[in-house]
T-cell receptor
Framework: GDSVTQMEGPVTLSEEAFLTINCTYT??????LFWYVQYPGEGLQLLLK?????DKGSNKGFEATYRKETTSFHLEKGSVQVSDSAVYFC?????????????FGKGTLLTVNP | NAGVTQTPKFQVLKTGQSMTLQCAQD?????MYWYRQDPGMGLRLIYY???????DKGEVPNGYNVSRLNKREFSLRLESAAPSQTSVYFC????????????FGPGTRLTVT
């Protein structure tokens, strides 16, 4: 079945450091790939997405490229801020019947210190 | 445009009690979902409704029932709560199709003692 593996946290960085959170996936067919962010005490928000191979999703300085050859969708940001402290989830969505269900990784907690 | 709303935000139940979590969306989405989030487990799908009038089991349906009341509303019922159901519950909605993202509500934090 479909699965998502993302790097285990927690990840602790200083402000302005470079961020990479690795995400790899296993899926049948051609999934769409997503990164969601969850700030403390809140629900999940879509951060970025890519719907086909070689697409790059970007938002708020974050980027991720859909790499079909390595089945990866790593999240990167060049200079993190304290406000980026949150849990980040990688997810994929495939056409399983009429469901198109979303499969999540377990999440990576990021803490950015001033 | 409120997006996805959930009630209540917090709830404490005793073992064996029942309750219904309510969810509504105003984005005219066909599909709605219920997830639970537990530490170290990510989000796990409990039930989903691909369209009005249909519901199906997800990964962890035992102990839960759902009702798709209309296109806007999708409720989750715990008939006899157990401590293992202590979790944060999220409702989500989306358009049908793999390229569409799901929109999440703010969550309900449930504790069963």
């Amino acid at each position: 079945g479909d699965s998502v593996t993302q790097m285990e946290g927690p990840v602790t960085l200083s402000e302005e450091a470079f961020l990479t959170i690795n995400c790899t996936y296993t899926a049948t067919g051609y999934p769409s790939l997503f990164w969601y962010v969850q700030y403390p005490g809140e629900g999940l928000q879509l951060l970025l997405k890519a719907t086909k191979a070689d697409d790059k999703g970007s938002n708020k300085g974050f980027e991720a490229t859909y790499r079909k050859e390595t089945t990866s969708f790593h999240l990167e940001k060049g200079s993190v801020q304290v406000s980026d402290s949150a849990v980040y989830f990688c997810a994929l969505r495939t056409s399983g019947g009429s469901n198109y269900k979303l499969t999540f990784g377990k999440g990576t907690l990021l803490t950015v210190n001033p | 445009n409120a997006g996805v709303t959930q009630t209540p935000k917090f709830q404490v139940l005793k073992t064996g009690q029942s309750m219904t979590l309510q969810c509504a969306q105003d984005m005219n989405h066909n599909s709605m979902y219920w997830y639970r989030q537990d530490p170290g487990m990510g989000l796990r799908l409990i039930y989903y409704s691909a369209s009005e009038g249909t519901t199906d089991k997800g990964e962890v349906p035992n102990g839960y029932n759902v009702s798709r009341l209309n296109k806007r509303e999708f409720s989750l019922r715990l008939e006899s709560a157990a401590p293992s159901q202590t979790s944060v519950y999220f409702c989500a909605s989306s358009e049908q199709g793999s390229r569409y993202e799901q929109y999440f509500g703010p969550g309900t934090r449930l504790t069963v003692t």
